[in-house]
T-cell receptor, first 113, second 112 residues
């Protein structure tokens, strides 16, 4: 059974650009969550989608957005990149998010110069 | 509001030492409690969980007991290995909104 796949794994952008990250969940999982991980702030929740609907949203500015497609694949977008957006972005899928049992991908490491 | 507090790291131990990583929580009702582990260069993975008071979660030699009276869920292992070096996250999911609340993570370094 394939795990959660995130692409790209590494990317470098400059300030002001935008970026789109992709996440393919485990087959059958309809919930996808996104997290930002930085050394200083730890693990910060961005948003969660279930069957194409955003169920929960963290405390991030509107530059951070996401969506989920009918096949449960998800994308997140960050516009007008800032240096502080440099982080590891983790995607997690779940069969039932209310159980707290998440399956994480390896992450997309974004560096903003 | 609901929160999770973990001991600060890094925690450095020698191989075969006994491990305890402290985790305490604040939440109303009876949340479910979790330990996730992140090995270098990887995403997080669920290590163990407990869903009610006095439950003991266990996996890969690690254990944690849900203590309602002390609002704690400390992670323990009797004899650590170099391969246990990782970052460990304590988390809870409250009954109210089913949104995971994460601790800050504790980095564990095991020296041979």
């Amino acid at each position: 059974k394939a795990g959660v796949t995130q692409t790209p794994r590494y990317l470098i952008k400059t300030r002001g650009q935008q970026v789109t990250l992709s996440c393919s969940p485990i087959s059958g999982h309809r919930s996808v969550s996104w997290y930002q991980q930085t050394p200083g702030q730890g693990l910060q929740f961005l948003f969660e989608y279930f069957s194409e609907t955003q169920r929960n949203k963290g405390n991030f500015p509107g530059r951070f957005s996401g969506r989920q497609f009918s096949n449960s694949r998800s994308e997140m977008n960050v516009s007008t990149l800032e240096l502080g957006d440099s982080a590891l972005y983790l995607c997690a899928s779940s069969l039932d998010p209310d159980t707290g049992e998440l399956f994480f991908g390896e992450g997309s490491r974004l560096t903003v110069l | 509001g609901d929160s999770v507090t973990q001991m600060e790291g890094p925690v450095t131990l020698s191989e075969e030492a006994f491990l305890t990583i402290n985790c305490t929580y604040t939440a109303t009702g009876y949340p479910s409690l979790f330990w996730y582990v992140q090995y270098p260069g990887e995403g997080l993975q669920l290590l163990l969980k407990a869903t009610k008071a006095d439950d003991k979660g266990s996996n890969k030699g690690f254990e944690a007991t849900y203590r309602k009276e002390t609002t704690s869920f400390h992670l323990e292992k009797g004899s650590v290995q170099v391969s246990d070096s990782a970052v460990y996250f304590c988390a809870l999911i409250p009954n109210s909104n089913y949104q995971l609340i994460w601790g800050a993570g504790t980095k564990l370094i095991i020296k041979p």
